[in-house]
């Protein structure tokens, strides 16, 4: 739009404590902010809507530049963005046909002593003055858009000439002036937006101390927004600190430091966050641009310093393991070396994950025995654990046991197979989400009777098994050995019994306390090894007693794995009695085997406890 003129040969000019009309508000300029980019002025200013003159006047930013400079390419690049989150919305923005932009204050008018003999004549209208410094000058420029201003030398007095009269031989007069108050004269696009609070913006942030998650955090929303605006063709090459407000998201009030895929820079560009080559100026428009002043900005924040414009030492990186590498690679002076933006993304969110990550250590406790059953000389249980380090931010604990059923050593052999098969089988490339988590079990009981039904004969086994990646837990689970999770003192059995009298005690047929006395009490209604195919919902999931696949732990959550050796004889009530009274892990798991040999240990006892510790 373009600014309407009541006198189109009158100017509108812009400078300190002058009040104009711009669109639809009365526009007070309270102070010259700078001039950060090379054709754009930058100014803090109070706006009033003209139609609501009794509402409170905002503070605002405004910015003044050429009308084919770096605002127009702002102005393109918002229309491509649209109504993204990580912007400032305009409040307004115009195209006004004559602009003097003056960033001297104004000059305030002095009575002068009577031997001085000059006076200063101030005229609104025409813009004039007359002064009474001494030493000033003045030449003419032409910018790129032809368009003619008059420049004062920086040396002479700031917007005023020296008019010398000799009082012997002349009358006192008045010279007026033409105040040349302006290095910038012709349209101009202004833009009016909201006001950068400078103690929230990153400049300042930037001037703090901050963990290395908090660092992470900013500089990965930064290069999320450098992607978005990658994808639509334009790269970001450069910041402007004090015009980025950080929050939730992070807000850019100024998008002039972004340029067109594959242009050309008119000249050669020095910066804290430019890629070295753009000093060249040989180089077009490219992504590794954004990547280096991404990298910068990891570095200033990290290291307390920005980069030197032109680094002319090797760079001093602190050991900081990921962050070393990934400051390598971003500031690396060969382009071909850098990340891509899509890749350093991805590098950032997962190293920030990794340090907010809880570190989780696992205390693990266990024991077996064969019993003093003189029909049991060997003992049918196994058991076992595999721990792994899967990424800097996840661990995984695999914990196993299995109880053998068949005569003639069968039942023994065919918990160890199915044991050993579960504990080597490697770790699929696709293991993100839960569904290929869940996926990855349900085929580690498939192979596992697979082994067990070629290699055992008249033999078969229970498997239960639990998995926490992180504080993820899921479980998978086929027979009547179980599973109890033992949370803030209390019990609970994560797994169901695949057992007759666990139908009858379902159905209402018989009482839970009656079923520990049933006669088929030892019969299975599902194992490993009774058949060659196993169909969908065979093997028990987490689903089945939680209502999800998965569940979150707590600090201190103690998982149980227990045979049916042991809670036939030991009460869940007893479990968390002698679990909640004992702080060394071990000795709990050593009391229960105690108590079920007292009572006579009938069967196989094996318990596996595992002790879940969160450092956040």
């Given at each position: 739009?373009?600014?309407?003129?009541n006198?189109?040969?009158?100017?509108?000019?812009i400078?300190?404590?002058?009040?104009v009309?711009?669109?639809?508000?009365?526009?007070e300029?309270i102070?010259y902010?700078?001039?950060?980019?090379?054709?754009?002025?930058?100014f803090?200013?109070?706006?009033?809507?003209?139609?609501?003159?009794?509402?409170?006047?905002?503070l605002?930013?405004?910015?003044?530049g050429?009308?084919?400079?770096?605002?127009?390419?702002?102005?393109?690049?918002?229309e491509a963005?649209g109504?993204?989150?990580?912007i400032?919305?305009?409040?307004?923005?115009?195209?006004?046909e004559s602009?003097?932009?003056?960033?001297?204050?104004?000059i305030?008018?002095?009575?002068?002593?009577?031997?001085?003999?000059?006076e200063i004549?101030?005229?609104t209208?025409?813009?004039?003055?007359?002064?009474?410094?001494?030493?000033?000058?003045?030449?003419?420029?032409?910018n790129?858009?032809n368009?003619?201003?008059?420049?004062?030398?920086k040396?002479?007095?700031?917007?005023?000439?020296?008019?010398?009269?000799?009082?012997?031989?002349?009358?006192?007069?008045?010279y007026p002036?033409?105040?040349?108050?302006?290095?910038?004269?012709?349209?101009k696009?202004?833009?009016?937006?909201?006001?950068?609070?400078?103690?929230?913006?990153?400049?300042?942030w930037?001037q703090?101390?901050?963990s290395?998650?908090?660092?992470?955090?900013?500089?990965?929303q930064?290069?999320?927004?450098?992607?978005?605006?990658?994808?639509?063709?334009w790269?970001?090459i450069?910041?402007?600190?004090?015009?980025?407000?950080?929050?939730?998201?992070?807000?850019?009030?100024?998008?002039?430091n972004?340029?067109?895929?594959?242009?050309?820079?008119?000249?050669?560009l020095l910066?804290?966050?430019?890629?070295?080559?753009l000093?060249?100026?040989?180089?077009?428009?490219?992504?590794?641009?954004?990547?280096?002043?991404?990298?910068?900005?990891?570095?200033?924040?990290?290291?307390?310093?920005?980069?030197?414009?032109h680094?002319?030492i090797?760079l001093?990186?602190?050991?900081?393991?990921?962050?070393?590498?990934i400051?390598k690679?971003?500031?690396?002076?060969v382009?071909?070396?850098r990340?891509?933006?899509?890749?350093l993304?991805?590098?950032?969110?997962?190293?920030?994950?990794?340090?907010?990550a809880?570190?989780?250590?696992?205390?693990?406790?266990?024991?077996?025995?064969?019993?003093?059953?003189?029909?049991?000389?060997?003992?049918?249980?196994?058991?076992?654990?595999?721990?792994?380090?899967?990424?800097?931010i996840e661990?995984?604990?695999?914990?196993?046991?299995?109880?053998g059923?068949?005569?003639?050593?069968?039942?023994?052999?065919a918990?160890?197979?199915?044991?050993?098969?579960?504990?080597?089988?490697?770790?699929?490339a696709?293991?993100?989400?839960?569904?290929?988590?869940?996926?990855?079990?349900?085929?580690?009981?498939q192979?596992?009777?697979?082994?067990?039904?070629?290699?055992v004969?008249?033999?078969?086994t229970?498997?239960?098994?639990?998995?926490?990646?992180?504080?993820?837990?899921?479980?998978a689970h086929?027979?009547d050995?179980?599973?109890y999770?033992?949370?803030?003192?209390?019990?609970?059995?994560?797994?169901?019994?695949h057992?007759?009298?666990?139908?009858?005690?379902?159905?209402?047929?018989?009482?839970?306390?009656e079923?520990l006395e049933?006669?088929?009490?030892?019969?299975l209604?599902?194992?490993?090894?009774?058949?060659?195919?196993?169909?969908?919902?065979?093997?028990?999931?987490?689903k089945?007693?939680?209502?999800?696949?998965?569940?979150t732990?707590?600090n201190?959550?103690?998982?149980?794995?227990?045979?049916?050796?042991?809670w036939?004889?030991?009460?869940?009530?007893?479990?968390?009695?002698?679990?909640?009274n004992?702080k060394?892990?071990?000795?709990?798991?050593?009391?229960t085997?105690?108590?079920?040999?007292?009572?006579?240990?009938?069967?196989?006892?094996t318990?596996?406890?595992?002790?879940?510790?969160?450092?956040?």
């Amino acid at each position: 739009m373009t600014l309407p003129l009541n006198d189109k040969n009158s100017s509108l000019l812009i400078q300190e404590n002058q009040s104009v009309q711009i669109d639809n508000f009365q526009v007070e300029v309270i102070s010259y902010l700078g001039q950060y980019t090379a054709d754009i002025y930058s100014f803090k200013v109070k706006i009033l809507p003209l139609d609501s003159p009794n509402t409170a006047s905002k503070l605002c930013l405004m910015r003044v530049g050429s009308v084919q400079g770096g605002l127009y390419r702002e102005l393109k690049l918002r229309e491509a963005l649209g109504d993204y989150k990580m912007i400032v919305e305009l409040i307004t923005y115009i195209t006004a046909e004559s602009v003097i932009v003056n960033v001297h204050p104004p000059i305030v008018e002095q009575k002068l002593s009577e031997n001085e003999k000059y006076e200063i004549i101030t005229n609104t209208e025409d813009i004039t003055t007359i002064t009474n410094s001494k030493n000033i000058s003045l030449h003419q420029n032409t910018n790129e858009d032809n368009e003619t201003s008059l420049v004062i030398d920086k040396d002479a007095s700031p917007l005023s000439i020296l008019l010398e009269t000799d009082s012997e031989h002349l009358e006192d007069e008045y010279y007026p002036e033409i105040d040349f108050c302006s290095n910038n004269v012709g349209s101009k696009l202004i833009l009016i937006s909201e006001y950068p609070e400078y103690t929230k913006t990153l400049d300042t942030w930037l001037q703090s101390d901050h963990s290395l998650e908090e660092s992470l955090y900013i500089t990965t929303q930064v290069c999320q927004f450098f992607r978005y605006v990658y994808e639509r063709t334009w790269c970001f090459i450069s910041l402007e600190t004090h015009l980025i407000k950080i929050g939730t998201p992070c807000q850019f009030f100024d998008l002039t430091n972004a340029y067109p895929v594959s242009e050309m820079l008119t000249a050669g560009l020095l910066g804290n966050y430019c890629a070295p080559e753009l000093a060249y100026n040989k180089s077009p428009i490219h992504e590794s641009m954004s990547i280096y002043t991404v990298g910068a900005l990891l570095y200033h924040s990290i290291h307390k310093q920005p980069l030197l414009p032109h680094q002319t030492i090797e760079l001093k990186i602190n050991p900081i393991p990921r962050i070393y590498q990934i400051l390598k690679i971003c500031l690396s002076p060969v382009i071909e070396e850098r990340f891509s933006l899509s890749q350093l993304l991805s590098i950032l969110v997962e190293t920030r994950q990794a340090i907010r990550a809880p570190k989780i250590k696992w205390n693990v406790a266990s024991r077996s025995t064969v019993g003093l059953s003189t029909s049991r000389l060997q003992n049918e249980d196994n058991y076992g654990v595999r721990q792994q380090q899967l990424s800097d931010i996840e661990t995984m604990i695999l914990g196993v046991v299995a109880d053998g059923m068949g005569g003639m050593s069968q039942g023994e052999l065919a918990s160890q197979l199915s044991v050993q098969t579960v504990l080597d089988e490697p770790i699929p490339a696709e293991f993100k989400t839960i569904e290929q988590r869940n996926e990855w079990l349900m085929s580690l009981f498939q192979k596992a009777n697979d082994v067990v039904s070629k290699n055992v004969k008249n033999g078969g086994t229970t498997l239960s098994l639990v998995l926490a990646i992180a504080q993820q837990l899921m479980v998978a689970h086929v027979g009547d050995t179980r599973i109890y999770l033992l949370r803030q003192g209390e019990i609970r059995q994560l797994s169901e019994d695949h057992s007759l009298v666990a139908m009858l005690v379902a159905s209402g047929q018989i009482t839970e306390a009656e079923s520990l006395e049933h006669p088929d009490r030892n019969v299975l209604t599902k194992s490993l090894g009774s058949k060659s195919k196993l169909s969908d919902g065979y093997v028990q999931d987490l689903k089945r007693t939680t209502q999800e696949l998965s569940m979150t732990l707590e600090n201190g959550d103690i998982l149980l794995l227990c045979s049916d050796g042991v809670w036939d004889l030991v009460s869940k009530r007893e479990f968390a009695e002698i679990f909640n009274n004992n702080k060394d892990l071990q000795a709990a798991v050593d009391t229960t085997i105690e108590i079920v040999i007292e009572r006579g240990a009938s069967d196989n006892a094996t318990l596996l406890a595992m002790q879940c510790r969160i450092d956040k």
